[in-house]
T-cell receptor, first 117, second 113 residues
Framework: AQTVTQSQPEMSVQEAETVTLSCTYDTSESDYYLFWYKQPPSRQMILVIRQEAYKQQNATENRFSVNFQKAAKSFSLKISDSQLGDAAMYFCAYRRRPGGSNYKLTFGKGTLLTVNP | NAGVTQTPKFQVLKTGQSMTLQCAQDMNHEYMSWYRQDPGMGLRLIHYSVGAGITDQGEVPNGYNVSRSTTEDFPLRLLSAAPSQTSVYFC????????????FGPGTRLTVT
């Protein structure tokens, strides 16, 4: 079974600085997808960024980027120029390559990010 | 598009009561699922469906029933609520083919006393 581990229950960052959230996963699959979701106090789950395992290039979305190390099974999220609105719980998630009934997302336990003004 | 909607947003039940959490999507997604979120546990899959008439169990199915009679709706039933079912419940949906993003509803906070 796949597992996702987020070793940092809480992190804090100063506004305008950079922070990196860690995620490791365990799988025997070679083709899969990885995601970072943001959950602000409103509770809504918001997709921040995704990475296909077959792509060597790290995904980037504006101030958000990932460092995907397939051999090490590591998938960290870097937030640059942190803003107060980035404060949220962040979840790392894994999904097998879609097919049949393979749509399950496996989540880590989350990292609570605080942004200090 | 309303996306994924869930009702109610909040609910308090007494132990032993039953209720149904509603989930609907208007994106014609084949795949729908229910997760529960507990403090320090992340989100865990309860049940899922890959199309009307097809459902299957996830990681934590005990105490919950589902059915999928239409593409749009995927209700979650608690037959006899227990305090251990106090949680936040999320419904999610996605296309079954060639995409991988799941869209989440706003969640239902359920308290069982």
């Amino acid at each position: 079974a796949q597992t996702v581990t987020q070793s940092q229950p809480e992190m804090s960052v100063q506004e305008a600085e950079t922070v990196t959230l860690s995620c490791t996963y365990d799988t025997s699959e070679s083709d899969y997808y990885l995601f970072w979701y943001k959950q602000p106090p409103s509770r809504q789950m918001i997709l921040v960024i995704r990475q296909e395992a077959y792509k060597q290039q790290n995904a980037t979305e504006n101030r958000f980027s990932v460092n995907f190390q397939k051999a090490a099974k590591s998938f960290s999220l870097k937030i640059s120029d942190s803003q107060l609105g980035d404060a949220a719980m962040y979840f790392c998630a894994y999904r097998r390559r879609p097919g049949g009934s393979n749509y399950k997302l496996t989540f880590g336990k989350g990292t609570l990010l605080t942004v200090n003004p | 598009n309303a996306g994924v909607t869930q009702t109610p947003k909040f609910q308090v039940l007494k132990t032993g009561q039953s209720m149904t959490l509603q989930c609907a999507q208007d994106m014609n997604h084949e795949y729908m699922s229910w997760y529960r979120q507990d403090p320090g546990m992340g989100l865990r899959l309860i049940h899922y469906s890959v199309g009307a008439g097809i459902t299957d169990q996830g990681e934590v199915p005990n105490g919950y029933n589902v059915s999928r009679s239409t593409t749009e709706d995927f209700p979650l039933r608690l037959l006899s609520a227990a305090p251990s079912q106090t949680s936040v419940y999320f419904c999610a949906s996605s296309y079954a083919i060639s995409t991988y993003e799941q869209y989440f509803g706003p969640g239902t906070r359920l308290t069982v006393t």
